[in-house]
């Protein structure tokens, strides 16, 4: 049962759709992160480059001034220090005073073409323009740089999203899957009709949870209250029931059901008695009332096709033969019951005639 | 009281005047520098007159209110800033400072002995033996 509340539960569900949707957004938000990262790491690479050009500005502007070479050749040995710069080249007034690359090899058209270039503004002289720096940056380690700042914006992000999850799912597990399991082991052990009800898990009082057991215990009692009824109801019904059947088994009148055809569908011992025929619960075979031996036997007819016509209650005494031959007579009145049920009820009115 | 006054604004206007720093080269010289040659003379970028005569500037003594005065009107720095310049060119050899003299007579001496020479002086300091080549913005 563990193993398939496991597989089954909500708390398997909730964490796989929480780490599904965390793997989503997280895979959204790192190629966003990428993307961005890409962008701000090199926008300050191209800053460090600006902060380095700043740094020998002053001394960049001496050299260029009295075009001395050897001071340009310090600046660019200084700013090939750095690892990002490949080459520098300054130049006062169109002619070059130094051109220096790491490892003595120009770099490619296609690096130059990322290169920084300056001007050089005379120290003495606002405005006026003496020359220019080019610094090509390296883009290899440009790259390097630029992949370990996604690598650990990436590590970063991760790890956040995976302690978010870690969070909802500890939170979800002790917030709502523990107390809903409790409420689910109650429930399957309850029995409403002894009185059993669930119990609202702690700190639950006031919450959705709380709510739904408390709705559930109410709903226990209307329904325990509603079978109290129907069973209060089926016991009158039953005894009621007797009470009919003993009235209609022991009248003294003949008390009979007939269909349109005439067959007698149910009689009472009294009529069983009167006709001398076994009880309805013991005859065997149909009782049809125009095959009884009747003195008149198409008067019994037509007093039920006059009922079924009419509609209206109908009655007539008519005269029947015994078994022994002897003759009496019964009165008999028909009163329609339904469209295709008449009731029937006879009397031995023999003495009267 | 008035033209006493005002008698002592003319001479100090004269005085201010008469003290201000002048460009100044030997009197045979027929050149006529610009703000940017006298700079960029001054300042080791060139060493060559525009006539193609090699230029030999010289300087006032150090720390004397003439010299802080023209470099503060040439190149707008003060002392230590012009000091700090020739302090970064110093090592590569590649441009010297102006010829250092010892006293005003000295510099008017030293302009005199050489062709290129050229320094800058009180304007009250000119006389025949001098021309001005430049002079100063106010």
Known sequence: MKTAFIRDGILLRSILVTILAFCLVGVVTVAYTMQSARAQAEAQSRERIEQLLDTVQSTLRVAGFVKDRELAREVAQGLLSNPVVLRVTISESGNQLVDLARGGQPPSGEIQAGSLVRDIHSPFVDGEIIGAIRLTPDPDVIERQIRTEIVDRTWQLVWQLALIAGVMVVTLLAFVIHPITSISRELHRMKAAAGDRLRIPAGHSKTEIGRLVTDINVLADDLVRAIDEEHALRLKQELDEQKYHAIFDNAESGIFLIERNGRVASWNPALARLLGIARANEFTGQLVLLDLPWSEPTAIGMLIERVFVTGEAAERDLMLQRPDRTHFWLNIVLSPVGDDLLQGVAHDVSAHK | ?138
Not at chain 2, 13 to 36: D, G, I
Not at chain 2, 50 to 59: F, L
Not at chain 2, 81 to 86: D, F, H, I, S, T
Not at chain 2, 113 to 132: E, F, N, T
């Open chain 2, 1 to 138: 009281m008035l033209r006493a006054l005002l008698a002592l604004l003319i001479l100090s206007a004269h005085l201010v005047v008469r003290a201000e720093p002048v460009v100044v080269m030997r009197a045979q010289t027929a050149e006529s520098l610009s703000h940017e040659a006298v700079t960029n003379i001054f300042m080791g970028r060139f060493r060559a007159l525009p006539s193609g005569t090699p230029a030999q500037p010289i300087d006032q003594p150090r720390d004397t209110p003439l010299r802080a005065q023209f470099y503060q009107r040439l190149v707008n720095k003060d002392q230590a800033a012009v000091n700090a310049y020739w302090s970064r060119l110093h090592f590569s050899g590649k441009a010297t400072p102006p010829l250092q003299a010892t006293s005003e007579d000295e510099v008017i001496r030293q302009v005199l002995r050489q062709p290129g020479g050229i320094a800058y002086v009180r304007r009250a300091q000119v006389d025949s033996r001098l021309r001005i080549v430049f002079e100063l913005p106010p």
